[in-house]
């Protein structure tokens, strides 16, 4: 095929290292929307060529330079954590290429280039849901414990400061390190304080390290319970965190527990393409970050390069199998509901059952509105 018509999407995603639970899920979710969707758009093959950052933004900003100008990609996408993504905003700054963030979840991320979509989430989004809910549901005190960098700040600022709003009490706000994490100093320290209950943020894949210590230093049976973002109870891990997980309530924009029929059928679809592997709220990225690349596509019909793909992927309004989502054309972020979920064992298996909604919430972080 000559290269006019093909259509090139370089998915640079951690595939090893600490990170790589979010690069299998993506992958996997963008090659179900290819197999559901066809790999034929606009008369273009669709070519999706997958590069293992393995979550070093050097590498991330060295195999999309690479793509961008050896591959001629025409659009980038993934970045698995937030350092990655801003590592690539420049590039997709300085070459005019879309670049569709599906997993990394720093509010400001939008912000540090005008050819960046999103199609994940934003921790300040979720976290409000969560300071709204836990002073309403006796927790008049928390310590917070989040991962020292951009989306464990977002979720300690938001949370911390409705929380407060709400007349509740922060104790301690704790920080761990992203590489190599110990949990146990902080939570026995937590232990000492008290709190009613212990706010967490942590990337995904840490969530089961986090619930393991939380249990073996039995902070529930003190009383102390657990609460946080959905990262922390990770569809990719749940099942396997046993029962210390049990009544833990969260917030989050995706659970594979969620009761629509386009749900039902995306992970029915997901689970048999992937030898049972459950999808999480990783995979919800980057299955509608595809769909807006082909949306996109389809309405440009290819032509007009990175600034026309990019305003058509402005604006786009769906119904993903998380709920319906819009992509503000002002800030190029993703506008959805937000779930507030508890624990639950269904048939023998633990998942996140939805309790309630705030229906399509805007990040509350960007600097202009
Ligand atoms: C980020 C990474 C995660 O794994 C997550 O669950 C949330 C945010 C990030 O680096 O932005």
Redesign the pocket.
């Known amino acids: 095929l000559a290269q006019d018509n093909v259509f090139k999407i370089g998915l640079v995603l951690p595939m090893t290292g600490q ?1 790589a639970t ?1 690069g299998r899920q993506i992958e996997a979710a963008a090659r179900l929307w290819m197999a559901q969707n066809g790999d034929t758009v606009a008369g273009k093959k669709v070519q999706l060529i997958v590069k293992d950052d393995t979550s070093l933004p050097d590498q991330t900003r060295r195999l999309a330079q690479e793509l961008v100008v050896n591959e001629k990609v025409n659009v980038l996408a993934g970045m698995g ?2 350092p990655s993504a801003l590592a690539v905003a420049p590039i997709a700054t300085q070459s005019k290429t879309p670049l569709v963030v599906m ?4 509010s400001s991320i939008t912000e540090a280039s005008p050819y960046i979509v999103r199609t994940s989430f934003t921790l300040p989004q979720v976290s409000v849901a969560m300071a709204d809910w836990s002073p309403k549901n006796g927790i008049k005190s928390v310590v917070t414990l989040v991962t020292d960098y ?2 464990g700040l977002d979720a300690e600022k938001y949370f911390s400061e409705r929380f407060l709003f709400n007349g509740g009490k922060v104790l301690e706000k704790l920080r761990v390190p992203l590489r190599n994490p110990d949990f146990a100093p902080f939570l026995q320290k937590v232990r000492d304080l008290k709190p009613d209950a212990l706010f967490v943020f942590v ?3 840490a969530g089961a390290a986090v619930m393991k210590q939380f249990g073996e230093r039995g902070m529930d049976k003190a009383g102390i319970r657990l609460i946080g973002t959905g ?1 922390v109870t990770d569809d990719d891990q749940l099942n396997d965190m046993g029962d210390v997980a049990l009544g833990v309530v969260t917030s989050h924009h995706y659970s594979a527990f969620h009761p629509s029929p386009a749900n039902k059928k995306f992970v029915a679809d997901f689970m048999k393409a992937n030898k049972n592997l459950r999808p999480n709220f990783m995979a919800m990225g980057g299955y509608d970050g595809m769909r807006v690349i082909y949306e996109a596509l389809k309405k440009t019909g290819g032509k007009g390069g990175g600034d026309a793909l990019v305003a058509a992927m402005k604006g786009q309004i769906f119904e993903s199998p998380r709920g319906p989502v819009f992509i503000d054309a002002q800030t190029r972020d993703i506008v959805q509901n937000v779930y507030l979920r508890k624990v639950e064992k269904k048939d023998g298996q633990l998942y996140n059952v939805e309790f309630d909604v705030i229906k399509d919430v805007k990040d509350p972080g960007k600097s202009k509105q």
């Open positions: 990170q979010t954590i937030t997993a990394a979840a720093t951009g989306p990337p995904s894949g990262d």
